[in-house]
């Protein structure tokens, strides 16, 4: 169980920081992210047809030549831009991958090993997949070979894994069960989840979700669970999350999550920005509420330009 009370707000760059130029899933975007020390990024996982975990949203990727590839049916060669070959636009809506490559997920881990891992890394791996439980047994092999794999707090794990297949997380649970894991919940609450989860941390819904049923926090917190909101983008709607009591937020736009907590968020139901006569996800005293702190406990420093994003 989790105490509620006094609690942070994780702040959770989607993909990488892309609010200026970077691309989604890029080392320049989790550079960015860790300039401005935001409090966690997250990426998916795909596995390519040599075992190697990348940094993919969509089964295919456009590379800078034109070149549409499947992640699953190529290598990681097969996903490099050819020597010598000169690359072109990518098309309308393709995940870009500048430099020719696609992000490969232990540089990640690199990445933020020498940072000092300054902030969380949540990781979502992609199904159905054609490779099953190889991705989620190649992931669990590779934080296990980074010391990742058995934290000692769970809550303060540097990796959090999420998914939207339950069997997925059970995998994870059962070969790593320190790891902490979320629950991603798109549309539909599935029939069963009221009982809870095996070996589930957290649930992450979506914002259509909370926007339908606003006791869903309640009551996963009743359960334990911590929950993880996506993607949540305007500042009307961050403020609604922030108020139901979540616990996490995924976002393309961390600087407009910062500046609704900074500025005191408004609620059409209340009389004071910032604070509610009561909680509307339990219906007691409102809490306040403090930005990430961070794997270790202690709170986020105050990003350096945030005030100029």
């Known amino acids: 169980m989790f105490d509620q009370k006094d609690r942070a707000i994780t702040v959770v760059a989607h993909r990488g920081l892309t609010e200026g130029s970077e691309a989604e899933h890029t080392l320049e975007a989790y550079l960015t992210a860790l300039a401005r020390r935001v409090d966690a990024v997250e990426c998916d996982l795909r596995l390519t047809r040599d075992g190697l975990l990348v940094c993919v949203h969509d089964r295919h990727v ?3 030549d034109g070149r549409r590839r499947r992640v699953s049916t190529s290598t990681i060669r097969d996903l490099s ?11 309308p809506g393709a995940e870009p991958q500048p430099g020719g490559e696609v992000l490969q997920f232990e540089r990640l881990l690199e990445l933020l090993a020498d940072h000092g891992w300054p902030m969380q890394l949540h990781v979502e791996t992609k199904h159905p997949t054609r490779y099953g439980g190889r991705l989620e047994r190649a992931l669990v092999d590779l934080l296990t070979r980074h010391g990742l794999h058995q934290p000692a707090d769970r809550m303060a794990s540097k990796v959090w894994l999420m998914s939207f297949s339950a069997l997925a997380l059970r995998r994870i649970h059962a070969w790593a069960p320190r790891l902490p894991t979320v629950l991603l919940l798109d549309r539909r609450v ?3 989840w009221q009982s809870g989860q095996r070996g589930v941390t957290g649930v992450g819904p979506s914002l259509t979700v909370l926007r339908r049923d606003p ?3 309640r009551r996963a917190h009743r359960r334990g669970q911590r929950v993880h909101v996506w993607t949540v983008n305007e500042p009307p709607d961050i403020a609604h999350v922030l108020d139901l009591g979540v616990d996490a937020v995924i976002t393309d736009r961390p600087s407009q999550v910062f500046r609704v907590v900074e500025e005191g968020w408004r609620n059409p139901r209340r009389g004071q920005p910032g604070r509610a006569d009561t909680d509307p996800g339990t219906g007691g005293p409102a809490r306040t509420y403090d930005l990430g702190r961070g794997v270790a406990g202690e709170r986020t420093p105050p990003l350096d330009s945030r005030a100029s994003w």
């Open 81 to 91: 831009q050819g020597v010598g070959e000169e690359p072109g636009p990518s098309p």
């Open 215 to 217: 006791a869903f926090v």
């Open 190 to 192: 599935p029939i069963g």
């Open 62 to 64: 456009h590379l800078p």
